[in-house]
T-cell receptor
Framework: GDSVTQMEGPVTLSEEAFLTINCTYT??????LFWYVQYPGEGLQLLLK???ADDKGSNKGFEATYRKETTSFHLEKGSVQVSDSAVYFC????????????WGAGTKLIIKP | EAGVAQSPRYKIIEKRQSVAFWCNPI?????LYWYQQILGQGPKLLIQ????????DSQLPKDRFSAERLKGVDSTLKIQPAKLEDSAVYLC?????????????FGPGTRLTVL
């Protein structure tokens, strides 16, 4: 079945560092890809999404490009802030899975001042 | 626009007791989801409603879990009796319709601790 694999955390960076969180997927057909973020004590929020190959999702300085050839959707940000500390989840939906969100395990990001 | 509301935010119970969680989705959202999120894992879908009908409950442990969505709006998830392994955060989400690119909006969750 469909699955999502994320890099294990925690990822610890200094403020203003460059961020990459890797995400790869296994799915038939043409899934839609999502990054959700969960700030401490809060619910999950959609950060960005991409619905077809080569699409780039972006929001709040974060970007991710849907790469079908490498089945990847890596999350990047050029200069992180302490306020970006959160848990980041990669997920997909697919017609073959009834459009249910298939989640990665999450990557905890810690930004130190 | 008001977000997805859930209550209570925290609940501590003894094993074999029962517990209920409440969710009020965003107004006008037809689809409602209940997820279980165990610490360190991604959310696991328990049940999905489209209006007041069940679309998918294949991962709901029906011997102890039940859920209903009255009049296609609010929803209640119940556990009876609770087990230690039910300790988790229970998330409610809603979306306007059910298509692949539709965004699911999540509530803050209810953190359940079973002692």
């Amino acid at each position: 079945g469909d699955s999502v694999t994320q890099m294990e955390g925690p990822v610890t960076l200094s403020e203003e560092a460059f961020l990459t969180i890797n995400c790869t997927y296994t799915a038939t057909g043409y899934p839609s890809l999502f990054w959700y973020v969960q700030y401490p004590g809060e619910g999950l929020q959609l950060l960005l999404k991409a619905t077809k190959a080569d699409d780039k999702g972006s929001n709040k300085g974060f970007e991710a490009t849907y790469r079908k050839e490498t089945t990847s959707f890596h999350l990047e940000k050029g200069s992180v802030q302490v306020s970006d500390s959160a848990v980041y989840f990669c997920a997909l939906t697919n017609m073959d899975s009834n459009y249910q969100l298939i989640w990665g395990a999450g990557t905890k990001l810690i930004i130190k001042p | 626009e008001a977000g997805v509301a859930q209550s209570p935010r925290y609940k501590i119970i003894e094993k074999r007791q029962s517990v209920a969680f409440w969710c009020n989705p965003i107004s006008g959202h037809a689809t409602l989801y209940w997820y279980q999120q165990i610490l360190g894992q991604g959310p696991k879908l328990l049940i999905q409603f489209q209006n007041n009908g069940v679309v998918d409950d294949s991962q709901l442990p029906k011997d102890r879990f039940s859920a209903e969505r009255l009049k296609g709006v609010d929803s209640t998830l119940k556990i009876q009796p609770a087990k230690l392994e039910d300790s988790a955060v229970y998330l409610c989400a809603s979306s306007l319709v059910t298509v692949g690119t539709d965004t699911q909006y999540f509530g803050p969750g209810t953190r359940l601790t079973v002692l």
